[in-house]
């Protein structure tokens, strides 16, 4: 990725890079590049850790989530228009894009057994702000819930209500769990993935963000960011949950 100078006279790389997932038994790295003026999908060699393509069309605006299914060769996306966009890992194109209700539909996870895709409704007064400088964007939900879509149709299927500020998403599919850090809240929440009954909350430091699972020891660990009151240049953390 090359840096281009910008209206300011700065140069600057085109788009910020935010989330990544691996196919490794294709060889194939997936990486989300934000941009207002057009988010991409770079996709990597992950032998020659080279960039063999650059997917448009993840809409204008940060493109904060992405899922794979590389078995049906769908790529899931969301962006900050209120948009799931699906990118074919075999076409190199969007293939799908449902508008949504979530109007800050953050990080994806998909059900790898069924339909269904998770997706975290953030909620965010300062993300709201953002948007209101859209021309015609008016909130009609406050967020801060899950919201569950059949990938397939774009059908809305529940909203899970979450704590303040949900983030991070992981779907347990054999434990029948998933987990959710609510990032202005504090906690991570656990819910029933079939019910959508809330089941478990979990109390960690301010800002929790992402969540990874071991599944054979059944341990979550959840990355801590700093909140505003910790000093420059503190160390951020990883909390173990042992569920």
């Known amino acids: 990725m090359e840096k281009k100078v910008g209206k300011d006279g700065k140069a600057a790389y085109t788009h910020d ?7 490794g038994a294709n060889n194939r790295l997936y990486v989300t590049g934000h941009s ?7 996709v990597v060699d992950t032998q020659s850790l080279k960039v063999i393509n650059t997917i448009p069309g ?5 493109a904060p989530g992405l899922a794979l299914d590389a078995k049906a060769k769908r790529v899931y996306t969301s962006n ?3 948009e799931v966009v699906t990118v074919g890992s075999d076409s190199g194109k969007v293939e799908q894009r449902f508008k949504v209700s979530a109007e800050q539909p953050m990080n994806i996870a998909l059900d790898p057994a069924g339909k269904r895709l998770f997706v975290t409704d953030q909620g965010s007064e300062m993300i709201r702000k953002y948007q209101a400088s859209s021309s015609g964007f008016e909130s009609k939900h406050p967020g801060r819930r899950v919201l569950v879509l059949d990938r397939t149709t774009g059908k809305e299927l529940a909203s899970i209500p979450t704590d303040a500020g949900p983030l991070g998403i992981l779907l347990d599919a054999q434990r029948k769990r998933l987990y959710v850090t609510n990032r202005d809240g504090g906690t991570v929440t656990a819910y029933n993935s079939d019910t959508y009954k809330q089941v478990a909350t979990y109390a960690v430091p301010t800002h929790p963000n992402s969540l ?3 599944a054979k020891k059944n ?3 959840v990355t801590v960011k700093n909140g505003d009151s910790e000093a420059k ?3 951020e953390s990883v909390a173990r949950i042992a569920l």
């Open 17 to 23: 890079l935010r989330e990544l997932v691996v196919d």
């Open 36 to 42: 207002g003026e057009g988010s991409v999908l770079f």
């Open 58 to 62: 993840l809409g204008n605006a940060k």
């Open 80 to 82: 900050l228009l209120a």
């Open 212 to 214: 990874a699972l071991d």
């Open 219 to 221: 341990v979550l660990y």
């Open 233 to 235: 240049g503190s160390e």
